[in-house]
């Protein structure tokens, strides 16, 4: 349950921080290096599953092992180390198998990964211990 209760912190966390990210903060970025390969319109089913999927691994990997040990330190380790593997399977993905995927991409993706998942961690974290009791 203790899962459930963090991953439904962290999707609306998750969204606000990821939409600023893709909407405002780097979408020129984005619309000039991928252009051509972006949707219309986004596909909000395939995204928010993503949302889902992720909200419920930050949770079980990262969260509530550094809810048991009361350890920032470990949340700020597995935070990172998921991030740039869940961002890697995507980008690195890409880079191998899509042509003209730019490297740029990969690159400041792979750092946002890391940055989105372990801001999100530790809002989540902090909300718990601060307001669940956890």
């Known amino acids: 349950m203790q899962i459930l209760i963090l991953a439904a912190i962290a999707f609306p966390v998750m969204l606000v921080i990821d939409l600023l990210w893709i909407g405002v903060v780097a979408s020129k970025f984005y619309n000039s290096q991928l252009g051509s390969m972006l949707r219309p319109d986004v596909l909000w089913v395939a995204a928010l599953l993503f ?4 909200a419920v691994a930050i949770a079980y990997f990262v969260i509530s092992p550094a809810l048991a040990t009361h350890s920032v330190s470990k ?60």
Do not use: R
Request: charged share 5%; no cysteine; aromatic share 18%.
């Open 51 to 54: 949302y889902v999927i992720y």
């Open 75 to 134: 949340l700020v380790i597995s935070a990172l180390l998921l991030g740039l593997a869940a961002y890697a399977a995507y980008d690195l993905s890409n880079l191998a198998t899509l042509a003209g995927w730019p490297i740029t991409v990969t690159i400041v993706d792979l750092i946002w990964g890391m940055v989105f998942t372990t801001v999100t961690s530790l809002a989540v974290y902090f909300t718990a211990v601060k307001f669940l009791n956890y």
